[in-house]
């Protein structure tokens, strides 16, 4: 699963969104990318980010666009957490080792560029968006229930 933290400015989502990412115990189908990093959140949060990913064996990634992402890790879906435009619930969302999930700061709007097959998505239990530490930590339990489960094999390498 490839979850990317989108234009951040505030190095405290920067960390927190690095921090939760690597709470669940096996981290081998996971990557963190964070994408344009602006201000304080790529100055200092980005170093402090990648100090505290780089303990807990982490995978991460530092990339200035969103479509270099997914260039790069190529996932089979990709899924931007927005309520912004019309959106799917996430909870019918099958998430596999190469899925993307996008997950806006909120300062900057996601662009289409790069990420055209994209799908917009939410949680409809609540009546706005939680913001990303919040959706972020909803799909990580969704993930490890589904792992936990044996719905979700996980595989042994990384792309």
Not at 41 to 67: C, F, T, Y
Not at 84 to 106: A, C, K, L, Y
Not at 145 to 152: A, I, N, T
């Amino acid at each position: 699963m490839i979850l990317v933290l989108h234009a951040p400015t505030s190095p405290h989502v920067v960390i927190e969104f690095v921090k939760t990412s690597s709470i669940l115990r096996d981290l081998r189908d996971i990557v963190v990318v964070i994408t344009r990093p602006g201000g304080l959140a790529a100055q200092s949060g980005v170093p402090e980010a990648w100090r505290h990913a780089h303990k807990s064996g982490l995978p991460i990634a530092v990339l200035p666009e969103l479509s270099d992402a997914v260039e790069i890790y190529r996932p089979s879906e990709i899924y931007i957490f927005s309520r912004s435009r019309d959106w799917i619930d996430f909870n019918g969302v099958e998430i596999s080792r190469d899925t993307m999930i996008v997950f806006p700061s909120g300062e900057q709007p996601v662009g289409k560029e790069g990420v055209e097959r994209a799908k917009y998505a939410g949680f409809p239990e609540f009546s706005r968006d939680p913001g990303p530490i919040q959706n972020l930590t909803l799909v990580l339990y969704r993930y490890a229930r589904k792992v936990k489960e044996g719905s979700l094999a996980i595989s042994s390498e990384l792309k």
